[in-house]
């Protein structure tokens, strides 16, 4: 059994049991599987007539000139995208609320290659009536962490690049806050949970070395250095999260390394 079986049982026990709008979340780290589980599970529901869109946490990043004030202001490590806080959460609010009011709605797009959101004459179009709303993301459904908790810091990055904390106090306050009317949006969550952060670095090695493999040495694909530094940006809330939200996903998929079906609790 694959990941989609289980995730597309709950789509349609969600689906059958309310009309209008059913908004389902998928969360995983970075390499779990989450963005083919998604859009299996769209490709799946509009083979059978369902009004679906996919709406990933990447593409409500904060545009490259929004995240560099945040770098001046706030704390340099905002300038890189990933972490509660680089995201528009009020862009995602009003999809949502405008594919609840059953009205067509442009999902943005961001454009990593460009590192910036892509022109909204680029964005696809929700139509009017759309039935499933997919939220995928590495941090969707994130709790925010207790403030002893963000004391100690997790990794060389945190203790060299924010000894003082507040990029990560930044960080949990925004996920507290925003974030939270985001997530409160959804009617499920399904987790794909890793077995460990350790594979998370190596599943996210093996997509990196997948790109190079295609396009070569090109700008924006990472060595070994630049890679370990990326994921330390995601571990402390990676972390947080394969302990704390099994217990409260509506879905959890344990993976194993090879990203095969461990087991499964709830759904």
Sequence with gaps: MTPLEPVAALADRLLAARDGLVVLGIAGAQGSGKSTLAGGLKARMEARGVACALLSID?????????????????PLLRTRGVPGTHDVAVGLSVIAALERGEAAALPRFDKGRDDRAPEAEWPIAAAGTRLLILEGWCVGAAPQPDAALVA??????AEEDAEGRWRAYVNAALAGEYQALFGRLDALALLAAPGF?????WRGEQEAALRARVGDADGVMDVGQLARFIQHYERLTR??????PGRATLTIFLRADRSVDHIIGG
């Design 198 to 202: 350790e594979m998370v670095a190596q």
């Design 153 to 158: 810091p997790v990794n060389r990055l945190e």
């Design 59 to 75: 593409d409500l990043y904060r545009t490259k000139a929004e995240r560099e004030r945040l770098a001046a202001q706030v704390h």
């Design 240 to 245: 947080h999260m394969l302990e704390q939200m």
